[in-house]
């Protein structure tokens, strides 16, 4: 899918906590997970960024825009839950996507499903292609915003209670996708970027490490020619805690990562970062191997 954006001047809007308001000083506000108030590990992570959101703003007639992030209060709308509805729609501020794109196509990091869905809200989305349990990815909507979104069916408490047993260490790999913030110019269509993921857990340490590396923008994956300024992104090193079902930690140690595990005995597992050292926020998925 080739996302002709038109104005890749945009503003983005962080939907789940307020940090502060869109400015044009090039700096990124950095959410930290919410701790539970109990000590208890079993306790979740409040999770606060299953949902990344952002406006397209104006284009001026040098044909080169600015990406701004915005941290403005908005309504929780991620749908975890153990019913097909996670897998096949998502709920945007009150506006319902279906998650059907319409092919899927193959780049260097793995298969993607993208298209225009032409249903209710969304004029475009692009969803990882290798989670059968999560959905995550990127939404074009009719009335001009975009979100970056992970959800899907999470992992059962007894599940994971299960996998506290094993001492070993479990891989999963998988891709992830990305917005930048930062000038661009607006032939570069479009803006957002694909990569790889891979972690390493263990779940009895109650500990998960990974690497989301590779960058490329679509023109990649397209065989036109690479975009050099996509080319210098450098890795994100993920390092978090597991809690019950739910991962909270850091991204490039001045960032965040958050994610859960979805599927029967944690086949996958599904989140957001925002690498602030490389003013940086997406989503990734991956499969247990």
Known sequence: MKFKLCALCFAATLVLTACNSGSDDNTVAVNQP??????????????????????EAEQDE???????????PKKQTAQDSNNITALTHINIDGRIVELNPSHTYTNPNGSWHDGVTGWLEAEEVITGANTAYARYGIVRM???????????????????????????NVTYKGQATAIRQGNFDLSRNPAW???TSQFTVNFKEKTLKGTIEQWHDYYAFAGNQVNKEVSLIKPVEINAQIRANTFAGTANQ????????????????????????????????????
Not at 42 to 51: A, C, G, Y
Not at 62 to 72: A, L, N, Q, R, T
Not at 152 to 163: H, I, R, V
Not at 269 to 284: H, I, M
């Open 193 to 195: 970027l694909t990569g």
């Open 34 to 55: 919410t701790k539970p108030t109990t000590t208890n590990n079993d306790t979740p992570f409040e999770l606060k960024e299953q949902i990344v959101y952002w406006k």
């Open 142 to 168: 009719k009335s001009g915003g975009w979100a970056l979104f992970y959800q899907g069916n999470p992992t059962s408490l007894d599940d994971m209670k299960k996998l506290e047993k094993q001492a070993d």
């Open 62 to 72: 040098s044909y080169s825009g600015k990406v701004i992030f915005d941290d403005s």
């Open 254 to 289: 001045t960032g965040t990562v958050e994610g859960k595990f979805y599927g029967s005995n944690a086949a996958n597992l599904a989140g957001a970062f925002n690498d602030k050292s490389q003013k940086l926020r997406g989503v990734f998925g991956a499969v247990k191997q």
